[in-house]
């Protein structure tokens, strides 16, 4: 059975970090594409950034260039989502999420693509 389960979120403050992690089994790790998603209250949801099976080809948002980096250990079914500089408009509920496709080329950055997610991991930016 798969599952996806997210920690490392809590309340930091601007300018902090935080390091997520989702941990992933009932699935060939290394066959999928990761994704991380978030939003915010009474926001839709919205893509973070994406990592190939390998690590080799990575993509984030606009918004968290430069702050944010997935990263993936494939010998521990983990990926994670390191976040520097963070500010008030990263709070938000992050999701992990693995693609549907196996062996895909490359990332996506469509959450339609992505066909299990975590329950969630609650991250508030705040002084």
């Known amino acids: 059975q798969l599952q996806l389960v997210e920690s490392g979120g809590g309340l930091v403050q601007p300018g902090g970090s935080l390091r997520l992690s989702c941990a992933a089994s009932?699935?060939?790790?290394?066959?999928?594409?990761m994704g991380w998603f978030r939003q915010a209250p009474g926001k839709e949801r919205e893509f973070v950034a994406a990592?190939?099976?390998?690590?080799?080809?990575?993509l984030l948002a606009d918004s968290v260039k430069g702050r944010f980096t997935i990263s993936r250990d494939n010998a521990k079914n983990t990926v994670y989502l390191q976040m520097n500089s963070l500010k008030p408009e990263d709070t938000a509920v992050y999701y992990c999420?693995?693609?549907?496709?196996?062996?895909?080329?490359?990332?996506?950055?469509?959450?339609?693509?992505?066909?299990?997610w975590g329950q969630g991991t609650q991250v508030t930016v705040s002084s």
């Open positions: 999420a693995i693609d549907g496709l196996p062996r895909r080329v490359g990332v996506t950055p469509r959450g339609y693509d992505y066909d299990y």
């Open positions: 009932g699935r060939t790790f290394s066959n999928y594409a």
């Open positions: 990592i190939s099976r390998n690590g080799g080809r990575t």
